[in-house]
Nanobody, 122 residues
Framework: VQLVESGGGLVQPGGSLRPSCTAS????????MAWFRQAPGKEREFVAT????????NYADSVKGRFTISGDNAKNTVYLQMNSLKDEDTAVYYC????????????????WGQGTQVTVSS
């Protein structure tokens, strides 16, 4: 399973970004997918997850109401729509996949992308 993130960048506070994660063929229809993030000097933390059929999503409290995770099976791509961005959202954002459950702990995920940098700054 290969995951490739893109779509990060520099944005002002209050702005929006939509990173994407393109996966190997049929990956997102066979795996539960998630986004995590890691800021310098901090632990990797859960952001959002979506079930393989798209029926279930879960969000960290810190992003609930601002971020939306979605998937496009035809494109084998998962998106993270990020609105009302704050300075504290600055981090490297990673896409992850697992065939087992819908965990919020990064150690439970088997496959990872290389990450995409999101910087929120004025």
């Amino acid at each position: 399973v290969q995951l490739v993130e893109s779509g990060g960048g520099l944005v002002q506070p209050g702005g929006s970004l939509r990173p994407s994660c393109t996966a190997s063929e049929r990956t997102i229809s066979s795996y539960n997918m998630a986004w995590f993030r890691q800021a310098p000097g901090k632990e990797r933390e859960f952001v959002a997850t979506i079930s393989r059929n798209g029926a279930y999503t879960n969000y960290a409290d810190s992003v609930k109401g601002r971020f939306t995770i979605s998937g496009d099976n035809a494109k084998n791509t998962v998106y993270l729509q990020m609105n009302s961005l704050k300075d504290e959202d600055t981090a490297v954002y990673y896409c992850a996949a697992t065939p087992f459950g819908i965990p919020v702990v990064h150690t439970r995920y088997n496959y990872w992308g290389q990450g995409t940098q999101v910087t929120v700054s004025s």
